[in-house]
């Protein structure tokens, strides 16, 4: 092995040191967040009503008379006419509600919930106060539920699905909550998504001083 090739990995080694540290605390911080994290799903025990609805976001709405449903769940299926070869989906809007209490261990923590999808431009409610938006419909979202939740009491989850306004497929794309729902708990020191807030940065490499030469 030539000099210079051994000059040059002693001075990388402490960088590949470093960076192997650095490695395992993020596994150890990603090992504390799984440990941490509580997710449910609650696909069941929506209620859904088509047309829009007003008010529906709120608490006090009565919404004894909405059909009971589970998701995923598609409100154009019942518009859409098999028989007629020319018609694509018809398109449809709408409301899901869903009444829930806050599981056990779910207290004290960052709560959020997360839909895999929502065909399309979808406003997400939680005791009547917006929470969080998705415009497009094959993506999925989350929205923190923390400073909105009953702890002790009845929650009222509403989601507003709206595939009328703005048609945007060619094809039969559905309406509604076409995905799983989940309710996840996290330590507040985690981010929006579950995941630990920030990650080890690897140091930089020193600039190497240009040695000067006699002149």
């Given amino acids: 092995m030539k000099r210079h090739d051994l000059v040059s990995i002693i001075a990388v080694l402490p960088l590949l040191m470093t960076g192997i540290a650095n490695a395992n605390l993020t596994e150890r911080l990603e090992g504390r967040f799984l ?3 509580i997710k449910l799903r609650i696909d069941e025990g929506w209620k859904v009503q088509t047309g829009n609805v007003s008010g529906a976001q709120a608490t006090t709405f009565d919404d004894a008379s909405w059909t009971p449903t589970n998701v995923p769940h598609d409100m154009s299926i019942t518009l859409y006419k098999a028989t007629d070869a020319t018609t694509t989906d018809p398109g449809a809007l709408g409301w899901y ?7 056990e261990g779910f207290a004290g923590k960052k709560v959020i919930v997360q839909f895999d999808g929502v065909y399309h431009d979808s406003k997400v409610y939680l005791n009547g106060t917006q929470v969080g938006n998705q415009q497009y419909g094959y993506v ?3 929205c ?7 702890v002790t009491g009845d929650n ?3 989601v507003f699905v709206d595939n009328q306004t703005v048609r ?3 094809w039969y794309s559905g309406t509604g909550i076409f995905r799983h729902v989940w309710l996840i708990a996290t330590d507040k020191s985690m981010s929006g998504t579950g995941a630990p807030r920030s990650r080890p940065r690897l140091p930089q490499p020193r600039k190497r001083r240009s ?3 006699p002149t």
């Fill in 97 to 103: 509600r869903k009444h829930f209490t806050l599981p």
């Fill in 156 to 158: 009222v989850l509403a």
């Fill in 144 to 150: 923190d539920l923390t400073p909105y939740l009953n």
């Fill in 211 to 213: 040695a000067s030469r």
């Fill in 35 to 37: 440990k941490s994290r």
């Fill in 140 to 142: 999925s979202f989350y």
């Fill in 168 to 170: 945007n497929s060619r």
